[in-house]
């Protein structure tokens, strides 16, 4: 059981990483997109 619980935790962990660089990918697009389009 402590097994599984520490997998879980060490998941939750990555997933955690993984939704930070995927929201902060969706903030900066528009202003990349912004960038290159007007310069």
Same mark, same amino acid.
Request: a positive charge; one cysteine or more.
């Given at each position: 059981?402590?097994?599984? @619980?520490? =997998?879980? +935790?060490? $998941? =939750?962990?990555? !997933?955690?990483? +993984? ?5 902060? !990918?969706?903030? @900066?697009?528009? @202003? +990349?997109?912004? !960038?290159?389009? @007007? $310069?």
């Amino acid at each position: 059981m402590s097994a599984v @619980y520490r =997998y879980f +935790i060490e $998941n =939750y962990k990555l !997933a955690i990483l +993984i939704i930070r660089r995927v929201n902060a !990918a969706t903030c @900066y697009t528009p @202003y +990349i997109v912004f !960038a290159q389009r @007007y $310069n």
